[in-house]
């Protein structure tokens, strides 16, 4: 991108969610549950060029840190994210997102007769076979969950 073009703003304080997969921006938004009535400002850039990837998409939530569940929950649909928290301007932490090797209380599975649908008090739990493309087999029944059954459950 030419130096005279600005496409996103800089944010003061918050969250700049960078190389998420191209086209991929709103499934994170609503991953986390990001609706655009939080009365914070957000700003979400799609398929903009990258040197790393031919295209990226960027989130930029102002005010908002997030937890280590909700960098999993990113990390389930943008592999290859890069997590930077903003503090007065700067960025002063850079965290590339990594799933852990087993996946807890975070998705169900997409098997309805497993047991972990059931009323019994087992919580989901999987291993994570691959992270892109997203292939999650369940501990219980062996089900593979894949981006799309992710993403029916936000
Ligand atoms: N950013 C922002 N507001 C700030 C500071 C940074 O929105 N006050 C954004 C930048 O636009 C960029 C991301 O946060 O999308 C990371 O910033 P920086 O580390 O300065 O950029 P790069 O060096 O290009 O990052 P990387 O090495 O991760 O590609
Ligand atoms: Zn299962």
Excluded: W
């Excluded at 497993?114 to 291993?127: D, H, R």
């Amino acid at each position: 991108m030419s130096e005279d073009v600005l496409r996103v703003s800089k944010i003061r304080n918050g969250t700049v969610i960078d190389h998420i997969t191209g086209g991929h921006a709103l499934d994170v938004a609503k991953i986390l549950g990001i609706t655009g009535r939080e009365k914070k400002v957000i700003t979400i850039a799609i398929n903009v060029p990258s040197k790393r990837f031919k295209r990226k998409d960027i989130v930029k939530i102002e005010g908002r840190e997030f937890n280590s569940q909700e960098v999993h929950k990113i990390a389930l649909l943008a592999p290859h994210a890069t997590i930077n928290i903003i503090r007065n301007y700067k960025v002063v932490e850079k965290q590339r997102v990594k799933l852990p090797n087993l996946i807890e209380n975070i998705i169900k599975c997409a098997n309805p007769a497993c047991i972990s649908n059931s009323n019994e008090p087992v919580e989901a739990k999987f291993y994570v076979e691959s992270e892109d493309p997203l292939l999650l087999k369940c501990h219980y029944c062996g089900y593979i969950v894949e981006k799309k059954d992710v993403l029916q459950q936000f």
